[in-house]
């Protein structure tokens, strides 16, 4: 599978600098509230799976891995984190039907920005 890369945009500078160059088709990116980590959503043609790195240096660059789930043949899509820094990852089928989008309401609120 190819991998593609994860970039940084310096707000100070405007330069563009590649911080990962070896996840797979990644489909979401979303920091924890402290954002000392972030967290990646990944589709490719065979593995699906979500994961964090630390961001270390000030924002500059990605740390230590680790792999939050491997769902196998699942179709994890979209994900968000919430103020207490849990992830909600959109899984399965869009709930949808012929007429009608439905959403599920949580008693937690979105990190800013995210």
Partial sequence: MRSTNLYR???ETGRLSV??????????LAFSPDERSSTWSRRGCRR???GAYEVTDGGRKLGVFRKL???????????RLDVDGNSWIGWGIF???????????????GVAGG
């Fill in 9 to 11: 945009v310096d707000p």
């Fill in 19 to 28: 911080v990962a160059g070896d996840i797979a088709r990644p489909n979401g």
């Fill in 48 to 50: 699906e799976s979500c």
């Fill in 69 to 79: 789930i491997d769902a196998g043949a699942g179709t994890p899509d979209g994900l």
């Fill in 95 to 109: 709930m949808a039907a012929s007429t009608s989008i439905y959403s599920l309401y949580v008693n937690t609120q």
